[in-house]
């Protein structure tokens, strides 16, 4: 694909997350008007990545999964993703990484009950990801409660105990472009940068906060809503 093709696609693209985010069911044309691009290419583009026809929230979540793909800014597109669809595209990623991803994971623990938006797994390493819709940073208050709240879950996920030795590594998945990447060992993460960030992480993630512990695969199953080990989103 060349760049002029690229651009017409993210043009496309996000037209469409744009419009739908609004609760709109937009027509071909309306779609080619808003994005500056022929109605017959915006026909084609449409038909090609399985966008015809009523939006949902899944032919969003596709959208926003091609998009970043073909390069477009993560911060450009998520922000007209709904928190849901967010946690959605975050999930979808960490599959494409290699991670199988479950969701919604609860626990209960000493009569209290925690619930971590993505929990992603992949020989050895345990991703426990706090997905934040935020478009600008926290307050140091709020961001130290979330540090806490991360550490309160992951005392939680390792009562689950089993016989996969697994390094727990808390993330924070944000919108904004966070002015420390890394704060208090904790990695704070823009969208757009999370598949960099993985690769970077398969070799260095000693040198961030890191819980060594051992746990049931198949409790973590038990205790999550879903789990994704292959995408959904290619069988649209």
């Given amino acids: 694909m060349t760049s002029s093709s690229k651009d017409i696609v993210a043009r496309i693209l996000t037209t469409y997350l744009k419009l739908t985010s609004r609760g709109e069911q937009p027509t071909t044309s309306r779609i080619s008007s808003e994005s500056l691009v022929g109605e017959e290419i915006t026909r084609n583009i449409l038909k090609d990545y399985g966008l015809e026809g009523e939006a949902s929230s899944k032919k969003r979540v596709k959208a926003a999964v091609t998009a970043l793909t073909i ?21 979808e990623l960490m599959k494409i990484a290699g991670y199988t991803v479950y969701l919604d994971t609860k626990i209960v623990e000493d009569g209290k009950r925690y619930q971590i938006d993505l929990t992603a797994y992949n020989i050895g390493l345990l991703l426990v990801v706090d997905c934040k819709h935020w478009v600008k940073p926290p307050a140091y208050t709020q961001r130290r409660r979330i540090i806490s709240n991360q550490e309160k879950r992951i005392k939680a996920l390792m009562k689950l105990e089993g016989d996969v030795q697994v390094n727990i590594i808390p993330i924070v998945l944000t919108l904004y472009e966070p002015r420390e990447l890394i704060v208090e060992g904790y990695p704070y993460v823009p969208i757009q940068r999370i598949s960099g960030f993985i690769e970077w992480l398969q070799n260095n993630y000693p040198h961030i906060k890191c819980f060594k512990t051992r746990i049931s695969l198949e409790k973590l199953k038990a205790s999550s809503k879903r789990v994704i080990s292959k995408s959904h989103y290619e069988e649209l």
Avoid: C, P
């Fill in 71 to 91: 390069g477009v800014e993560g911060d450009r597109i998520a922000k007209y993703l709904h928190w849901r669809e967010f946690e959605e595209l975050s999930a």
